[in-house]
Every structure is written in C-alpha cells, then in structure tokens.
C-alpha cells in the first residue's frame, strides 16, 4: 500500500484556489501509485480561519468545495474541513471515494494555549473512532486523527490508544502545526513514543506555508510499526511523500542547523505574507547595522533583488562607515540603494517646536523625532510606489521598549521581531558561511547604536540582556526564580518592568513572524495596564 502526503500550501479563505490545488496533487498522487491521499487539517478552508467561522457564508462555501473534490474522487482522499451540525461545527476530516463522502472524523481534541483557541469555534468529537477505508483488494482501518489528538499526553483522554484498542491498523494524523525552534525533534520524539507503545506505523502529514504570523514547515512524516524513519517531507516546501506504512526501508534525515531552518522559515513567511497579501516590493531602511542588514538578505532571498529597496536616511549623527556599510550591504545583494538625508526635516521640526521645548534639556524627544521623519519617509515611498515597508527591530529591542513608535517601528511586516539580539548576530555570521562577505563586516563588528545622538551606543549589554528577556519570555521565569537562579536582583527588576511597560507599544507593532516557542503576537496575550510585579 502506498500512501501520499500531500504536504501543500493554501491560502486561508480562497476556496477556488485551494480546490484547484487539492485536485493537482491528487491527481499527481494517483500518477506516482498512491492508494490514498491524504491532505492537512482544514485545507478547503486554510488555518487558521479564527472568527471566519462565525460567518455562516465561509463554512457554506468550505461544504461546497469539499462536496466539488469529492465529485472528483476516485481512489480514497483524506481531507480537512469544516463540519457543520446544527448550531456547532467541528474541525474534522472528510474520506471521499469515488465520487462522494464516505465518512467524515471530527477532532477531538481542542488546543487553548499558545496560539490555538479552537474552543472558542469548534465542538470537539464526543469520543475518538476508528475509520474503515475501501481500497481496491480489501480495506484498511485507519486510526485517522487531527492534529492535537497526537498529543493527548496532557489529556484524560488517550486517542491513540483508544483507536488501537477499536482496531486501529495504521495511524495518520493531518495537521496544520506550526514552526517553531526543535518542532521536528518534538514532533518525531511524541510519534515514536505512540509506536513504541502501540507498536503499529504513523503517518503524519503537515501543512506547509505562512499565515499572518504563522509558518508551517511541512517536514511531514512516516514511521514504520518498529518506530524506524521511513517517509519524511522536506521543511519549508510543498511535496508529495509517497510512503508504505510496511516498509521495512529506514530512511536517514540530515538536519539543519538552527541558523539555516530560522533562515528558510523567515524567507517562507516573508515570500508569502507578500504575495497573499497582493504585494510585490519591499523597502527597508538601511542604517549601517546588523538588523536592517539581516532584514534586507532575508527580503532578497524570499523576494529577489528586482523587489527590494534600500533607503538610507542619515542625520547629523549618523557616521560614515554606517553609511558605507549601509552602501556595501545594498551592492552585495545588488538590490536598489538611494540615500535620502533627513537633517533638514529635523532642524525644521526642531525650529518648530523651540518655543515649546525653550528652557527644557535634549532628551529622548529630540532622538525620537530623527526616528519618526525616518519613518514617515520611508511610509511615503510605500504610499508613492506601492512597496511595503519592512520594520527591522529585533525581539530584544521590542521586549525592552528599545523601540520609537511610529518611527522604527513602522512597517507592514516585522520581520526579526522573534529573534533576539544574540539571534541576529549569530544568523547574519551563518549567511557570511553561505554567502561570504554578504553582511559587512562593519555591520557585525561594531557596537550596535541607535547613532540619535553623539557617540551613541545601545545602553544594554546584549550578551546578558537577550538571554535574560529569552527566559521571561519564552520560558516564563519570574522574577523570583531569576533571581534565585543567581541574577542581580537590579537587572532582573529592570529588565522585566521595561517588558511590563512596553506592551502598549508592541500592540501597536507591526505583525511579526514566529519562530521561537512564543513569540509577542496572538499567543502571548498580556493586559496593557498591569500592575503585578512578581
């Protein structure tokens, strides 16, 4: 028996275009042998579809084009869609063969955390079942599940083991999780423990592509009864994996480093946010340092060098090497360079408001003025020519408020917004490996500064701030458990009340791209005004 997992990449709402390429790697599925095909969760509709499933038209057209692909059934498709019972709806898997719905499987369970919140749409499925497929000299009983029910060690109820004990032969789960750092480790780390305990083959089949602020890897996977590697789908791409549940045939996969999967993650979720979006151009602003460098090779790579703009936007402050890296990174990656000087914009502002400044000191109002012309220069080449801007902060900077509003933080994308400071340099030496002497040296060596004022430096030691924003971020230590773990009691206090008190600034942010276990976005969900210190 051969079956397909068509890791694809659909876009959320357009059922034409979704149906078209459910029916391309279908049909090619039967052309290379498979038996079955199978699809990832809710592809007719895309995921996550979030509040369109409260309008009633977006689940009426997802019943339509699944009743469309199962017309063209011939051999079994396993897919995902919407199921509509009465008042609730269910996240479920169609089996259409031959021309009509043989059955259909609903989730059954529902994931509330992170970046999931199916509770708030979907009805889970009362208990788990089993699927019983026709195929050409027999049939075959499919333990068919959907995403989450692979993970139901956090669960009172065992799917796995449960669909085993209805006999179950072979497992295949359709899924549409989401990348983040080691997600494959943990991924085939839960699949082997399933067939190490139930000894039978797991197929699983993930989507690939970006939504919003979501990627999907694809890297969807088969595994033999005996828990061997025998079937595994390339990261970041759409693919076929033909697979034989009984195949004997163990199957080596040489892994990335951190550095190339963040990269390849990046440039996916920038290549699609543009083109599901309409757009086609980005423009950057270019300060000589490392993170609008970073920004412009990821934006090259994903879009090409015809589609990228870099503008350079010096001020009194801005020093001659920032300008010279700034020009060197736009040569080697050969994208458009112009340099547009802000002094006079400033010293008008600045003339502008001296009345009302008269007798006060140069602060940070003055740095940020510099900032937002920035910025409002760079919205006026988007609003002329139609390019999207780029924001190129980084998660260190946007955890801590190092950030001006309506200034650098400007932007249709945010592209570094989930890498730390540490993050940026050590996946811009990674792209002078691949691509020698593409990011300046400059740009790397020198001490990152905001150059707003004379002989500025960023006021943080990056080597112990990011890693500390890290573990209150990501790992959720409070400030009681850094501060036992050894860390000065000041910095941890600082530290975390810039986190606290920037978030009114990160709500306004632009969308940025997920890469780490969490991320500032849909799944980190903080109160503006928060008083609680501990």
Request: net charge negative; with cysteine; charged share 25%.
């Given at each position: 028996m051969k079956i397909a997992l068509c890791q694809i990449n659909t876009i959320l709402g357009n059922f034409d275009y979704n149906y078209e390429k459910v029916l391309k790697f279908y049909n090619n599925s039967i052309e290379l042998g498979a038996n079955i095909a199978t699809f990832p969760e809710l592809t007719i509709s895309g995921y996550p579809p979030q509040d369109l499933l409260l309008n009633d038209d977006f689940i009426k057209q997802n019943i339509y084009f699944l009743n469309a692909i199962a017309k063209m059934s011939t051999i079994p498709l396993i897919i995902g869609y919407v199921r509509k019972e009465g008042r609730q709806i269910y996240n479920s898997a169609a089996i259409c063969i031959d021309g009509k719905i043989h059955s259909s499987y609903d989730k059954v369970l529902l994931p509330t955390y992170d970046v999931f919140d199916e509770e708030r749409y979907f009805t889970r499925a009362s208990e788990p079942k089993i699927s019983v497929i026709p195929l050409d000299d027999g049939e075959v009983k499919v333990g068919l599940q959907i995403c989450e029910d692979l993970w139901d060690h956090d669960y009172d109820c065992k799917v796995s083991m449960i669909q085993k004990q209805l006999g179950a032969e072979i497992f295949i789960n359709i899924s549409a999780s989401p990348y983040h750092k080691d997600r494959l480790i943990k991924r085939r780390s839960i699949i082997e423990e399933k067939v190490n305990e139930l000894h039978l083959p797991f197929l699983y089949c993930n989507m690939v592509g970006a939504q919003d602020e979501l990627i999907f890897d694809g890297q969807s996977i088969g595994m033999s009864k005996d828990g061997d590697l025998i079937a595994y789908g390339n990261?970041?791409?759409?693919?076929?994996?033909?697979?034989?549940?009984?195949?004997?045939?163990?199957?080596?996969?040489?892994?990335?480093?951190?550095?190339?999967?963040?990269?390849?993650?990046?440039?996916?979720?920038?290549?699609?946010?543009?083109?599901?979006?309409?757009?086609?151009?980005?423009?950057?602003?270019?300060?000589?340092?490392?993170?609008?460098?970073?920004?412009?090779?990821?934006?090259?790579?994903?879009?090409?060098?015809?589609?990228?703009?870099?503008?350079?936007?010096?001020?009194?402050?801005?020093?001659?090497?920032?300008?010279?890296?700034?020009?060197?990174?736009?040569?080697?990656?050969?994208?458009?360079?112009?340099?547009?000087?802000?002094?006079?914009?400033v010293d008008e502002m600045e003339v502008t408001l001296e009345p009302y400044f008269r007798g006060r000191e140069h602060n940070n109002a003055e740095e940020n003025i510099q900032a937002r012309i920035r910025g409002d220069l760079l919205m006026a080449l988007s609003n002329k020519f139609g390019w999207m801007v780029l924001s190129t902060g980084n998660k260190t900077e946007l955890a801590l408020g190092y950030c001006t509003l309506y200034g650098d933080m400007s932007g249709g994308l945010s592209v570094i917004s989930d890498l730390s400071k540490t993050d940026v340099y050590a996946l811009s030496k990674w792209i002078n490996t691949v691509h020698p002497g593409r990011i300046p040296k400059g740009s790397i060596d020198k001490p990152p500064s905001a150059e707003l004022a004379p002989d500025q430096v960023d006021p943080f030691d990056y080597t112990i701030v990011s890693p500390l924003v890290d573990a209150i971020i990501e790992k959720g230590h409070t400030i009681v458990e850094l501060e036992r773990s050894g860390l000065e009691k000041d910095l941890v206090n600082s530290i975390y009340k810039k986190i606290r008190m920037s978030e009114y600034k990160r709500r306004q942010a632009a969308p940025g791209l997920r890469v780490s276990t969490k991320a500032f976005g849909i799944g980190r969900r903080f109160p503006l005004v928060n008083h609680f210190e501990r």
């Open positions: 990261p970041f791409e759409e693919q076929i994996v033909l697979v034989d549940p009984y195949s004997s045939k163990k199957i080596e996969v040489t892994n990335q480093s951190k550095e190339e999967r963040t990269y390849n993650a990046l440039c996916l979720g920038v290549k699609d946010y543009f083109e599901k979006t309409g757009h086609q151009e980005a423009v950057i602003g270019l300060s000589g340092g490392i993170d609008s460098a970073l920004v412009a090779s990821i934006a090259v790579d994903a879009l090409g060098s015809n589609m990228v703009h870099g503008v350079s936007l010096p001020s009194k402050y801005s020093s001659d090497h920032s300008l010279s890296d700034a020009k060197d990174l736009a040569d080697s990656i050969g994208i458009d360079y112009m340099v547009i000087p802000i002094q006079k914009c």
